[in-house]
């Protein structure tokens, strides 16, 4: 099955430790993208990269960092930097950065900081 | 900067009754937009679309959204709801960024409660 894949669902961490995300896509898509989902304040985007080794802050990228070795894969980092990381994240690709493709999402993993 | 603005946070409506759920952006050049419905426990997906020609589009499962480009706008409707669209449901926004690649912008959601 084609698809976005993101692991795991659910992650809890302590306090003042860095944690990271992971994201594998088998579509082919060269963009993708990592948002963060608060209730009430729908998706904010964090990051986004449209092809391998190139990626761009979105508007909530303090405190995350990212990397695009791969074309599938797109892993998130939480660090220590960001002030209030519990929250649901959810990671899209599309085809490419165009304005005229849609975006796929994965299931999400949701991140408590305790 | 591009934004998308959905102003109605909870609507709860009874089966059978119409839907119309707002949808602003504030964007001069060409957009694209997208209506995506994320039901209980699912992941998002693609309700519909807009990218060019007729300005009424439709969707999966009988929703419908008109691009209104003098009003900014791309309300999603739908004549007779079910149950089954309690859901949550977010307009976004993909604007031609001549100085920086695009990027897809999402509004707030509007939760939509559908009472049996």
């Known amino acids: 099955d084609g698809g976005i894949t993101q692991s795991p669902k659910y992650l809890f961490r302590k306090e003042g430790q860095n944690v990271t995300l992971s994201c594998e896509q088998n579509l082919n898509h060269d963009a993708m993208y990592w948002y963060r989902q608060d209730p009430g304040q729908g998706l904010r985007l964090i990051y986004y990269s449209q092809i391998v080794n190139d990626f761009q802050k979105g508007d909530i990228a303090e405190g995350y960092s990212v990397s695009r070795e791969k074309k599938e894969s797109f892993p998130l980092t939480v660090t220590s930097a960001q002030k209030n990381p519990t929250a649901f994240y959810l990671c899209?690709?599309?085809?490419?950065?165009?304005?005229?493709?849609?975006?796929?999402f994965g299931q999400g993993t949701r991140l408590t900081v305790v | 900067a591009q934004s998308v603005s959905q102003h109605n946070h909870h609507v709860i409506l009874s089966e059978a009754a119409s839907l119309e759920l707002g949808c602003n952006y504030s964007y001069g050049g060409t957009v694209n937009l997208f209506w995506y419905v994320q039901y209980p426990g699912q992941h998002l997906q693609l309700l519909l679309k807009y990218f060019s020609g007729d300005p009424l589009v439709k969707g999966i499962k009988g929703f419908e959204a008109e691009f209104i480009k003098s009003k900014f706008s791309f309300n999603l409707r739908k004549p007779s709801v079910q149950w089954s669209d309690t859901a949550e449901y977010f307009c976004?926004?993909?604007?031609?960024?001549?100085?920086?690649?695009?990027?897809?912008?999402f509004g707030s959601g509007t939760r939509l409660s559908i009472r049996p």
């Open positions: 976004a926004v993909n604007a031609d960024q001549r100085s920086s690649a695009s990027k897809i912008i």
């Open positions: 899209a690709s599309s085809i490419n950065l165009g304005t005229d493709t849609e975006a796929f």
